[in-house]
């Protein structure tokens, strides 16, 4: 057990179905309702929870996603006029919400009990175009991935059960030097930082899909584009 403890209240818990999302011909499941009374975390993701693109979306490395409401007022001050979306818990497809719980705040590969479930988080969010379209706003998604403000996934280690007012309690901490904040600052920003790059890599709790980027990162000192992945297709 860590000797920090953490633990934070579950404000919200969302799920949803896979629908078009306009103005596109794509599949989303990023509109995400509140549910009411206990839902059942299974090894991919909550019941009832669904995703339009399962190859990108999903599974048990994107099993569930997390994303502070903290960042929220943040978002309405950028943003003018601020979006109804940014009314309530959901704006960014997550499916559990919280305060006093950022990316500064979480480690790769921490441990969390979930309500009934344990849950580890595998990875930082890694924004796409779809939000571009949630939003209404072209710039939306490289705008997160610029801000830090991404959120992130987490893996089920054991099923239970999760329900709004539940807590989050951190029970173990692997990496202590790995908070997301620095994940991300290095994917995004230090882009091209060979020791931190080789030191992530080696890391047991580096997401296993991230290591081929800084594979090659490391390989041909160049970052990869990013164009496709925040700019999209209609």
């Known amino acids: ?22 103005p596109t011909r794509h599949l989303s499941g990023i509109a995400k309702q509140m549910r009411d009374g206990a839902v059942a975390v299974t090894p991919t993701g909550l019941a009832g929870d669904e995703q339009g693109d399962p190859r990108h979306h999903g599974g048990p490395e994107k099993a ?29 497809g997550e499916n559990v919400s919280t305060s006093s719980l950022t990316e500064r705040d ?23 175009w779809k939000l571009n379209h949630r939003f209404g706003r072209a710039s939306m998604a490289r705008e997160v991935q610029s801000a830090g403000r ?3 996934y987490y893996r089920v280690l054991e099923p239970g059960r999760v329900a709004s007012g539940d807590a989050l309690t951190l029970m173990e ?10 994940v991300l600052d290095l994917l995004y920003r230090d882009t091209l930082n060979r020791a931190a790059l080789q030191a992530l890599a ?3 709790h580096c997401p296993p899909a991230w290591r081929p980027l800084i594979e090659r990162r490391l390989a ?11 700019a999209g297709q209609a």
């Open 220 to 230: 041909t000192g160049h970052v990869e584009d990013w164009s496709k992945r925040l």
């Open 173 to 182: 901490r692997p990496c202590a030097e790995w908070p997301l904040g620095r």
């Open 202 to 204: 080696m890391l047991p």
């Open 64 to 92: 569930i996603h997390h994303y502070p409401f903290d960042h929220y007022a943040a978002w309405a001050r950028d943003i003018d006029p601020p979006p109804a979306l940014l009314a309530q818990p959901g704006a960014f």
């Open 1 to 22: 057990m860590t000797d920090t403890p953490i633990s934070v209240t579950i404000t919200a818990v969302l799920t949803g179905r896979a629908a078009p999302l306009a």
């Open 150 to 152: 991404t959120g992130w």
């Open 106 to 128: 979480v480690c790769l590969g921490d441990v969390f009990r979930l309500g009934s479930a344990l849950v580890q988080v595998s990875q930082g969010r890694q924004p796409c």
